[in-house]
């Protein structure tokens, strides 16, 4: 296992060097001996500390026969299994680092701190609001001005995303005066992304400078009130990845980014949820506003009866898949966070005799389309408001 202690500083733990098959960190024994002496493992050739005497062919003995000299080998769980669980020597420190970082469970301070460089280097902004866009809710980027856009894949150590309506882009730019960054796509913990990655961008914006986060998801209705094309502000969460034991701040903590047990309680805050209030009685739609409990299931399965009735009786307003693990990263680094649910379809927490309607993707990111109108408006405003106030 790989950590890092409270100075920073990276540490593996598991005696050997070797990462345990189910946590890679970062600059581990091996991929630093990896990236210095380019190709060789640390345990690859004879040479000091070597211990690949017996393996049928040594690393030197490849790159003598041009094995690995510029070849591009794809490398699979197999082999890097070979010799007796030592990686082989003949990937690229870029592709090392791509695997690395595809296997990654916990991203070290530095490394978060190198993806907030290449981004307010890249752009020249120091946002100070971040915007998360749920599922198909990507037009909350498009209402951004003079927009630098990253692709995901562009971006060092990004995790890539993976599902329909979440486009995988950064932009940054302004809106209404203030400089914002909106991710085009969000990591749910569905795609296979453990929860310290689908959160790990919070954490980027946080040291890209941003103070606000607004973080926005397409959910299913729980609250018989709540009509299709509703939106929620939420006020709380239940965190039901969190009742089975999983965080995104499991594991070391870095005091760098928050305390080892944060609070919660006032998470979302209150301000923002009443400026939001009177913006959508301005917007003439306060009877499609509400303030409710928001709840985040592990999907990608949408719920059964049995289970949307047990969430109404904890006092659950509308439930999805994202959201809870980004606010506890936001909070944990006291960022002031603001989001919103758009009520993308009516779940059933009664068996009747008719069939129930039953969600479906496409169904959720038409009506996120025909309600983003508003949902730009609001959030528009909403920044107006805390640009406007910081200004004043
Ligand atoms: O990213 P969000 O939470 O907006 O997306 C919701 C939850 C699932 O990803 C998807 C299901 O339709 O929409
Ligand atoms: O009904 C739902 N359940 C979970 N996630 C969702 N995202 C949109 N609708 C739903």
Redesign the pocket.
Known sequence: MTGYNSNGEVATSNGNGHSNGHSNGHKTADYTAQENATMCSRDCCSGPGGSNKGAATSCTEKKKSGIGNGEKIIPTPQSLLQNGGKIECFLTPEEVRAIRVLNEDTYPYEVIQEIADFITKGSGMRPKIGIICG?GLGSLAEIIQDPKIFEYEKIPNFPVSTVEGHAGKLVIGTLEGATVMAMQGRFHFYEGYPLAKCSMPVRVMKLCGVEYLFAT?????INPRYAVGDIMLMHDHVNMLGFAGNSPLQGPNDPRFGPRFPALVNSYNKELINKAIEIGKTMGIESNVHVGVYSC?G?PN??TIAELKALRMMGVDA???STVHEVITARHCDMKVFAFSLI??K?ATEYSDKKDEE?N?EE?MAVAKNRQKACCELVARLVREIHSNAAS
């Open positions: 599922s998801n397409a959910a299913g209705g299931l999907g949408y719920e439930v999805g898949m993308t379809n779940c969600a993707h959720v």
